[in-house]
Nanobody
Framework: VQLQASGGGSVQAGGSLSLSCVAS????????LGWHRQAPGKQRELVAS???????YLVVSVKGRFTVSRDNAKNSVYLQMDSLKPDDTGVYFC???????????????????WGQGTLVTVSS
């Protein structure tokens, strides 16, 4: 499985960016498609995910600002980031969990596959 992410870049605080990710296999087989973030000096964290049923999860710090969605017909997952803050700066990884995690909550799922990461920089 390969995950190819695109988007990201640099923006001032309050701005918006969009991330997209395409999987090399039928994404409907993935229990979760998500985005993890590696911020400078911080642990990698799950920022957003969406289940096969379309149920979304957002970490508290991005609720109300980020939107995650998936399109299984396009084997894709998206992350729309609005009202960006400097704390959102980091490398964002597209991730996917197999069906083995189907019954786990998204933050407990095992994300087996990771994309190459795309840098998001938010300046104040």
């Amino acid at each position: 499985v390969q995950l190819q992410a695109s988007g990201g870049g640099s923006v001032q605080a309050g701005g918006s960016l969009s991330l997209s990710c395409v999987a090399s296999v039928d994404s409907s087989l993935m229990s979760f498609l998500g985005w993890h973030r590696q911020a400078p000096g911080k642990q990698r964290e799950l920022v957003a995910s969406v289940s096969r049923a379309g149920v979304t999860y957002l970490v508290v710090s991005v609720k109300g600002r980020f939107t995650v969605s998936r399109d299984n017909a396009k084997n894709s997952v998206y992350l729309q980031m609005d009202s960006l803050k400097p704390d959102d700066t980091g490398v964002y990884f597209c991730t996917a969990a197999s069906v083995q995690s189907a019954y786990a909550p998204p933050y407990r799922a095992k994300y087996d596959w990771w994309g190459q990461g795309t840098l998001v920089t938010v300046s104040s």
